[in-house]
């Protein structure tokens, strides 16, 4: 699998004002983001009986970006005592693919709040869009699972 993190130029939407959208959420805030990039093959075993990929790996390849994402700043970023858990994601499909297809995978951080953040997906075979996501994040502390903010250097690293 091939990875990046480069800080991309935030694209203005003319049709909207006051930000742009990459995994149906809004993004209002700094005018540059750290994007990462993961591409993922997709097995023959991933897609179903119509030969498209089966939903249910769409959140297993996000879940993936964004660990190794996480990974890039630390190979073992539980050492810290924090941890992250799904609370919510929100996925809208756009159109198939099948096997061997090659997704182009780009996640972006949208929204930083105390404890929690947003994190859009953009899934992509070749120039077509596939998929897009925004998964919900929560903090914890490792262990007990309390509500808990991120350590500096994740939040630094995930945004820029």
């Known amino acids: ?13 003319p049709h909207r004002s006051g930000g742009l959208r990459l995994g149906g959420t809004k993004r209002t805030t700094e005018s540059w ?3 990462y990039t993961q591409n993922i093959r997709v ?3 991933e897609v179903d009986l119509q030969g498209v990929v089966f939903n249910a790996h769409y959140l297993a390849y ?3 970006v964004a660990d190794s994402w996480l990974r890039t700043l630390d190979t ?3 050492s810290t005592g924090w941890e992250v858990m799904l609370r919510r994601a929100d996925l809208t499909w756009h159109g198939p693919a ?3 297809d090659e997704l182009v995978v780009t996640a972006e ?3 930083w709040g105390t404890t929690s953040f947003d994190m859009a997906f953009d899934v992509r075979v070749e120039d077509r869009v596939v998929l897009t996501a925004t998964v919900y994040y929560v903090g ?3 262990g007990d699972h309390v509500p808990m903010a991120p350590p500096p250097a994740v939040r630094a690293h995930l945004s820029g």
């Open 76 to 78: 073992d970023f539980e």
């Open 1 to 13: 699998m091939e990875t990046s993190a480069a800080i991309r130029p935030q694209r203005r939407n």
């Open 43 to 45: 097995r023959y075993g």
């Open 140 to 142: 914890v502390s490792g």
């Open 98 to 100: 099948g096997v061997h």
């Open 109 to 111: 951080v949208v929204r």
């Open 33 to 35: 983001r750290v994007a």
């Open 62 to 64: 996000l879940d993936d």
